[in-house]
């Protein structure tokens, strides 16, 4: 059964940075591609970042990149995003979903996990 869990969610000023990590099982890790995503109150789900767990390439949403980075530790089947300088418009919850390939589309990836929130107050 393929499992994604997130953690690492929660209630940070503007400024500040949180981790969040997304543990994967029940696939074969190194197959597959890991992509966040967040969704905001009222607004589509939107994809942030993906990292490809074969060759390591990355992918970022134009307005996190030089702030968030995507990482990933294929030993523990975990990824990774550290969000630094957060902004207020940086709340949504967030899902780490898994595809074979990579992107930031979230209509293309067929795993998901079930979300963290994210709170940034300003």
């Known amino acids: 059964e393929v499992q994604l869990v997130e953690s690492g969610g929660g209630l940070v000023q503007a400024g500040g940075s949180l981790r969040l990590s997304c543990a994967a099982s029940?696939?074969?890790?190194?197959?597959?591609?890991i992509g966040w995503f967040r969704q905001a109150p009222g607004k589509e789900r939107e994809g942030v970042s993906c990292?490809?767990?074969?060759?390591?390439?990355?992918y970022y949403v134009d307005s996190v990149k030089g702030r968030f980075t995507i990482s990933s530790d294929n030993a523990k089947n975990t990824v990774y995003l550290q969000m630094n300088s957060l902004k207020p418009e940086d709340t949504a919850v967030y899902y780490c979903?898994?595809?074979?390939?990579?992107?930031?589309?979230?209509?293309?990836?067929?795993?998901w996990g079930q979300g963290t929130q994210v709170t940034v107050s300003s």
């Open positions: 990292i490809s767990s074969s060759d390591g390439s990355t």
């Open positions: 979903a898994a595809d074979p390939f990579p992107g930031l589309v979230a209509a293309l990836f067929g795993y």
């Open positions: 029940g696939f074969t890790f190194d197959d597959y591609a």
